[in-house]
C-alpha cells in the first residue's frame, strides 16, 4: 500500500502506548497483513480502492483505549469511525470517500456484513493474526488476556479467558471472508483450518 507518514503520525497519536495490544504496532501489523492480502488479490484480478483500505486499517482501532460508552457510541468500532471521519475531512477527502472507510472499520465487527471488497479486505487483515506461527499467535493472546484486565474493572484467571476468547474468535470465524484468494477458499492450511489449530492449542496452555 502507499504509506502517508504525516497522516500516520496523526493516527499514531489517537492509539495509547500502554496497551498490550490495541496500540499502534498493531495497526502497522495489520497493514503487513493487508499488503499480503492484496498482493493475493492482485494475482488473482480481484478490483479494490486501496486508499479506502489504507485509512480504514489506520483508524480501525483509534480510541480503543477509551470508554466508548460514556462518550456516546454504541460500539469502539464506531467511536474509531467517528475518530477517522473527523481527520479525514480536515485532510479534506470526499464524502464518498470518508463513508466508505467508514463501512470498512465498521466490518471489524463481530458479527458486520461486508459489502465490498474493501469491506473483506480489513476485517480479512484485522483477522489476519488468527493464523500465524503458534508462537506469535500465543504471544499477541497473552498481551490481549492482559489488556483486558487493564480494560475491564473485573479480574478474571487465564483459564476463564481462554475460554471467553475461544467464544468470541469463534464467533468472528463464523462469518465467512468472500475473497476469492486460496487463503479463504480451501486451500490446504488455510485460514479457518489454521486458526482453529491455534484456538485449540492455546486451550491446552496450563499458564501464562
Known sequence: MIRDERLEKITASLYSTH???HNFQHILDVLAAGDEILFECRKN???FNEPVIYHAILFHDAGYH???ETLGYDSKESYSASL???VLIDEDYSEIHIWQVKQAIMSTQMHAKCNSTEDQVVRAAD??????AYTDFREKSVALYHE???LSAVNISWDE???EAYSIIKQFLKYKIDLDIGLYQGEPDNFYETAYKNLDLLMEEQAI
Request: avoid cysteine; glycine fraction near 8%; proline fraction near 4%.
Open 66 to 68: 477509551e470508554n466508548h
Open 84 to 86: 477517522a471521519e473527523n
Open 127 to 132: 483477522l489476519y493474526g488468527l493464523m500465524a
Open 148 to 150: 483486558r484486565q487493564m
Open 45 to 47: 484480478g480481484i478490483d
Open 19 to 21: 496497551l498490550p495490544y
Open 161 to 163: 479467558y481462554k475460554k
